[in-house]
């Protein structure tokens, strides 16, 4: 029974990880650029809207491990790794734009803006 249970959270946990890989944008969105100047995300501004919006499945820290993180398949993306990190801020921007359930899409609820600020924000992840 151990085994079984062991096997089974091993295979979860694999899938979860390869769930969150395999979502691409498609790939016209790696050239999507921001309007706003590289400088001139607003960290405050950005991090007002990742604790409102985003916080819930992401975590604080960006992990993938709020608190409805463990109802979800598949599993939040967690921010720090390497298969996040390397996408373009275009391909991130066009993710949280359109989302991919339960991945919510923010295009009508975000002004470009502010997406462009998440963006940002979701770089300062970066391990």
């Given at each position: 029974m151990?085994v079984?249970?062991?096997?089974?959270l091993?295979?979860s946990?694999a899938?979860?990880?390869?769930?969150?890989?395999t979502w691409?944008?498609?790939?016209?969105?790696?050239?999507?650029?921001?309007?706003?100047?590289?400088?001139?995300?607003d960290?405050?501004e950005?991090?007002?809207?990742?604790t409102?919006m985003?916080?819930?499945c992401h975590?604080?820290k960006?992990k993938g491990?709020g608190?409805?993180?463990?109802?979800?398949t598949p599993?939040p993306?967690?921010?720090s790794?390497?298969?996040v990190q390397?996408?373009t801020?275009?391909?991130?921007?066009?993710k949280?734009?359109n989302?991919?359930?339960?991945m919510?899409?923010y295009?009508e609820v975000?002004t470009e803006?502010?997406?462009w600020?998440?963006?940002a924000y979701l770089r300062?992840?970066?391990?």
């Amino acid at each position: 029974m151990k085994v079984t249970f062991t096997i089974l959270l091993l295979f979860s946990a694999a899938f979860s990880i390869s769930a969150q890989s395999t979502w691409k944008a498609p790939s016209a969105a790696k050239t999507i650029k921001s309007p706003l100047p590289v400088s001139s995300g607003d960290y405050k501004e950005a991090k007002k809207i990742f604790t409102e919006m985003c916080v819930i499945c992401h975590g604080n820290k960006g992990k993938g491990d709020g608190l409805a993180s463990a109802a979800l398949t598949p599993k939040p993306a967690n921010f720090s790794l390497s298969t996040v990190q390397s996408q373009t801020n275009g391909e991130l921007f066009w993710k949280i734009t359109n989302g991919n359930p339960p991945m919510a899409a923010y295009k009508e609820v975000l002004t470009e803006t502010q997406r462009w600020q998440l963006v940002a924000y979701l770089r300062t992840f970066k391990k």
